[in-house]
């Protein structure tokens, strides 16, 4: 705690960090704590899963520390609802021990119990910009008093629409406030929303291959589009992850894909924009607690998210662009955890892994196809694997006498092949129409989706690389 302690934070929240199990600054903490604390506005590229919410959070919770007003003094603009969960839920960590209070504001919610909530005068307002202004248009939030204004995945806000709400929000709040711009890519448009409302920011970078890369194995399996879902479940049965996040490209093949593994008997679940906000908590809450352990997403509706425990990442479709990949990858690897990360690619994309492996500065090694063989092995250890877990834990007295009875028959060897045989789950071959969706390719310098006149409409309205 000595570096969190040299930089002249509250001792009550150098309590709560202590409480919360930090040792040391992650580098985006280190860099960004000390323009904070000084009143600087700062602009901050970072990945998620790097701890920038406390790079902001312990200087906003220390300024407002025993300078309460009746109107909040802190607000933070998130892309989603889980996310601004999330966030909201660690302030309250950071001032645990303070009288600072994080009140998260978001659509989705009925309006009147967060009007209720915020009667109780939280300091901090952490909203997505949508709700925020509803509430600014019905006067139950006032923004007199706010000194202090982030913007979390500003990037992402981008991409959602949002980038008009923020400026609205942004001209009603007082000049006189500290600002922090937090975005993993920095697009054009970013850079000017900082110009127009940021003063002389402090800019600090932190390179992709400073975060979570290290940590994380990484693979890829050359392949053609329609061998990728049955590739992807003999993975499954030989890796036997405990948590795993499959990454598809659209939200038909997120359906597709989810829908196909709960056909071969997999617990999985799948998240996109179209769910509604009852079935998305759903889903999330299910897979935090384990009830399931594949979540099948897209990118967008992944961001943000932190959930502890992953192994696994699975890029069905590739990212179309290398800071896509690392947001996908840094999903595993975290809290000095290793893990595992597979991506799909069609030989047509093998350019455009050689541009991710460019920007990450390394190598992504080559896997050998798995086959059906291997699959079966996978499953036959995980087996092995329970049965001795089942010795371990004992209390057996009851099974003894049969088993026996058993071997008085039956030469142990053929007994124990046969309950290896009962107990391991084949792998499933059920029939699964996955859409065949068309490759990235290089084009102008950048990428984008080649048109799939198999798709609707025939259009070309894909990604393109910003």
Do not use: W
């Not at 909530?117 to 997505?128: D, F």
């Not at 937090?182 to 054009?188: G, H, I, K, N, Q």
């Not at 990949?325 to 994309?349: D, K, L, N, W």
């Amino acid at each position: 705690m000595e570096k969190f302690t040299a930089l002249a934070i509250n001792d009550l929240i150098i309590q709560s960090l202590n409480n919360m199990g930090f040792e040391e600054p992650t580098p985006i903490q280190e860099q960004s704590i000390p323009p904070a604390m000084n009143g600087r506005d700062l602009v901050g590229q970072a990945q998620t899963g790097t701890g920038k919410t406390a790079a902001y959070g312990i200087p906003m919770i220390h300024k407002i520390i025993g300078h309460f007003t009746e109107k909040p003094q802190g607000i933070v603009l998130t892309p989603t609802r889980e996310l601004a969960i999330q966030v909201a839920e660690e302030l309250n960590k950071i001032a645990q021990y303070t009288d600072v209070q994080t009140l998260p504001i978001y659509g989705g919610q009925d309006i009147g119990r967060q009007i209720k909530a915020l009667k109780k005068r939280p300091q901090i307002i952490v909203a997505t910009p949508g709700r925020l202004m509803d509430h600014m248009d019905r006067r139950t939030i006032r923004l007199d008093d706010i000194k202090f204004v982030v913007l979390d995945e500003a990037d992402e806000m981008l991409n959602m629409g949002f980038i008009e709400d923020i400026e609205k929000i942004l001209k009603d709040i007082p000049e006189k406030r500290q600002t922090l711009l937090f975005s993993a890519t920095m697009p054009r448009a970013i850079q000017l929303l900082s110009q127009r409302f940021l003063k002389d920011p402090a800019l600090i970078s932190i390179q992709s291959k400073e975060v979570t890369i290290p940590l994380v194995e990484q693979h890829y399996l050359e392949v053609q589009d329609r061998q990728k879902f049955d590739i992807l479940c003999r993975l499954l049965d030989i890796q036997s992850p405990d948590l795993s996040i499959i990454f598809a490209r659209t939200k038909r093949r997120v359906d597709e894909v989810s829908e196909g593994l709960k056909k071969r008997g997999y617990s999985a679940e799948g998240i996109h924009g179209d769910l509604t906000q009852a079935k998305r908590d759903s889903v999330l809450r299910q897979f935090r607690e384990g009830i399931v352990d594949i979540l099948v997403a897209t990118d967008v509706a992944a961001r943000g998210l932190d959930i502890s425990g992953v192994t696994h990442v699975y890029n069905f479709d590739i990212p179309q662009d290398p800071e896509s990949y690392v947001h996908r990858i840094g999903r595993t690897g975290r809290a000095g955890q290793t893990g595992i990360a597979t991506t799909f690619v069609i030989p047509r994309e093998i350019e455009h892994l050689r541009l991710i492996e460019r920007v990450i500065k390394r190598k992504i090694s080559r896997m050998t196809m798995p086959t059906m063989t291997d699959a079966l092995e996978g499953q036959q250890r995980v087996t092995v694997e329970k049965l001795l877990g089942i010795v371990e834990e004992g209390n057996l007295e009851l099974y003894k006498g049969r088993a026996e009875e058993l071997l008085n028959d039956t030469d142990s060897i053929t007994l124990i092949a046969a309950a290896l045989k009962l107990l391991t789950k084949e792998p499933n071959t059920a029939p699964v129409k996955i859409t065949e969706e068309a490759p990235l390719r290089p084009r102008g310098g950048g990428f984008r989706r080649r048109p799939n006149p198999k798709g609707p409409g025939g259009n070309n309205s894909g990604y393109r690389r910003r």
